[in-house]
Every structure is written in C-alpha cells, then in structure tokens.
C-alpha cells in the first residue's frame, strides 16, 4: 500500500494552490510584459503593433496601440494608432469599443485627411453590433432585431456618399445602404405580416403602404403590395384590392398571392413571411436570405 505523506494537501486545498499560482504566474507574465514595453520608442511600439495586426492578433494590436497612445498623446504615430486601433477592434469583433474609438478620432481630428474611411469604418461597425450574438444564440434575421445601430450605420454610410462621393469608399457604403434599405423593409413587412394574423387589417394596410411609400423600388415592395391585396379583400373593398392586383399583376405575375398559393407558416420567428416560395422571384430572394 503507497505511504500517504502527513504533509499532503487535501485534493481541494491542492486545486485552491495550482489556481492561485497560474494566477500569479500569468499576471507576472503580464507585468513583465508592460514593464518591456515601458519607455519603448514610439516607432518601435508602432511596428510591435503592426507586425501583431499583419499576424492576426487583434487583441494583442490593440493593447499594444492604446500603449502607444498613452505612452505618446502627441504626434504622427498616435494619429495613425488610434486608426490602426478603431480598425483592431472591428476585426476583433469588439464593435462597441470600435465605434467608441471612432468616434473620439472624429472629435479631435474632424477635418483629418482619413475623415471618411472612419464614418465608413462606423458605419461597417454599426452595422454588425449585436448582430454576431443574436444570430449566433437566437439565429434571428438582422430585419427583427432592434433597428437603433442599423439606422446610425445607414447614416453613416449616407455622409460618406453625400460628403465624400468621390471617396474609394463610396461606391460600397451605397451597396451597403441599398442592402439596409431592403433589411428596413423587411422590417416593416414582418409587421404587417403580424397584423395580417391577428386580424388588424386596417393596420397592416398602414404598413405595406408605409413600405411602399418610404422604401420604394425595395426587393420587398411586391410583398407589400400583396399585403395590400389581402387586406382590401378582408376589408370588403374590392376596388382598392383590384388596383393592387393589377399592380402586382404587372409587377410580378408569378407572386403567390395571385394564385392563392401561399405556405401557411405559423407564428414563428424564422417563419414570419407568407408569400415566400419557390414560385416568386421575390419570395426566392427572401428564403436565401433566410
């Protein structure tokens, strides 16, 4: 039988000591770490952040810029490292902290020669906050969360175009609007969809009009106009649900509404649009994006 020493550690005091020492060994690790880099030439603690970017290390460029910051509030490289930090962060997924960082080098350098690509960095930014966790933990369509960043991401991306047209960032911060636009239709659409099933007809009439009215040419507009038809024929009014086939009759003749082919979904978060199907060019584009 193997000798138990009197002097060993019960099992949990044990574990209590090993987590107690990598503790300590990785903050020593840490404070050697920021006491090398103490008094580091600045162009010598660019380049460390440089090489950390150009290998992927977003999180380790970042610490390694805002050193440089706080080491070096004044000069070329502290400009150039509060982009090159905004930038780590996107790229980290840090999105909040990135626009955190925008928006300080919009402030203190309002007319610098880079303006643009950092409204358009913000609005790269806005548009993606939230949205990795909730499609990530809730596999919800970006069209149903709460539209507050999206909206300053397509702000964002309007400044650059109407600002700076003749920036390299223009021609995609206006694909990028036109992409928004058609997620804030989709928006709207899941809207009246939800009327449509609770029976508010009058309600849903006020949302397919607001998406024709607001987001015209949307890849939505042929669904709001099918809302349309639905709504006027439960409302009695066959005059305006006749308008609206002919409008969709000439539109898109193959949308399901006019055949009365439409996938009865239930209420469910991914299942939210009716006239989705394969017979639809519209209804196609809408299960891709799903």
Not at 59 to 75: D, H, N
Not at 81 to 97: P, S, V
Not at 164 to 191: C, G, I, K, W
Not at 205 to 233: C, H, K, M, W
Request: glycine residues 4%; charged residues 25%.
């Amino acid at each position: 039988m193997a000798h138990r020493s009197r002097f060993a550690l019960p099992a949990p005091l044990r574990l209590a000591v090993l987590l107690l020492l990598v503790a300590f060994l990785a903050t020593g690790c840490r404070k050697s770490k920021e006491d090398a880099e103490e008094g580091m030439p600045v162009d010598q603690l660019y380049q460390k952040a440089h090489t950390q970017m150009e290998k992927g290390n977003w999180s380790g460029a970042e610490a390694t810029f805002k050193r440089l910051v706080a080491q070096y509030p004044y000069g070329a490289y502290t400009e150039q490292a509060l982009m090159e930090t905004a930038y780590a962060q996107f790229k980290a997924g840090k999105h909040e902290d990135a626009v955190s960082t925008i928006d300080r080098f919009i402030r203190t350098y309002p007319t610098h020669r880079n303006i643009a690509y950092f409204y358009y960095l913000r609005g790269l930014a806005n548009s993606n906050r939230d949205a990795v966790f909730l499609q990530r933990v809730w596999s919800l369509d970006p069209a149903r969360r709460d539209l507050a960043s999206p909206q300053q991401a397509y702000d964002d991306f309007a400044r650059v175009t109407q600002r700076y047209p003749n920036s390299r960032y223009a021609a995609d911060a206006r694909q990028r609007m036109v992409e928004l636009r058609n997620m804030f239709a989709r928006h709207e659409l899941d809207t009246a969809l939800y009327y449509m099933r609770r029976g508010a007809w009058l309600s849903a009439v006020g949302r397919a009009n607001y998406i024709l009215e607001t987001y015209p040419q949307s890849e939505f507009q042929n669904d709001a106009v099918a809302v349309l038809v639905t709504a006027y024929r439960e409302l009695g009014n066959t005059t305006l649900a006749d308008d609206a086939v002919r409008v969709l009759r000439l539109n898109d003749p193959q949308h399901p509404a006019l055949s009365g082919d439409w996938p009865d979904y239930p209420w469910a978060i991914r299942r939210l649009n009716p006239f989705a199907g394969e017979k639809s060019p519209t209804g196609q584009r809408n299960a891709e994006r799903q």
